[in-house]
């Protein structure tokens, strides 16, 4: 089975940073897209940033210039970078990792537990 474990999150004051991380673990022979999802109270999951394995990022423009998202493919492990954080981030953020191979023939997308991020003004 394939694991997503995150850490990094908590209670920052806005204008602050954070960095999340999430390592994938168990049966995985290959992996592309790994992202970050976010969900705030009373609304539904939004993508944040995504990055494949060849590194081509997309972001929300909510977080454009704000957010970076990095991996290092040795680890299977994916970043985010967050500075000048607002208020209206606070939300559980998820990680995600989708075309994973984890057996022959076999693939699928996969969620990290969720880390609360919490900004405070």
């Known amino acids: 089975q394939v694991q ?19 390592a994938a673990s168990g049966s995985i022979f290959s992996l ?16 944040v940033a995504v990055i494949n394995s060849g590194g ?3 972001y929300a423009d909510s977080v ?4 970076t998202i990095s991996r290092d493919n040795a680890k299977k492990t994916v970043y985010l970078q967050m500075n000048s954080l607002k208020p209206e981030d606070t939300a559980v953020y998820y990680c995600n990792a989708d075309g994973v191979r984890f057996g022959i023939g076999q693939y699928g997308a996969f969620w990290g537990q ?6 405070f003004s």
């Open 4 to 22: 997503l474990v995150e850490s990094g999150g908590g209670l920052v004051q806005a204008g602050g940073s954070l960095r999340l991380s999430c």
């Open 32 to 47: 592309n897209a790994m992202g970050w999802y976010r969900q705030a109270p009373g609304k539904q999951r939004e993508l």
């Open 56 to 58: 081509s990022t997309n």
């Open 64 to 67: 454009k210039g704000r957010f």
């Open 114 to 119: 969720g880390t609360q991020v919490t900004v």
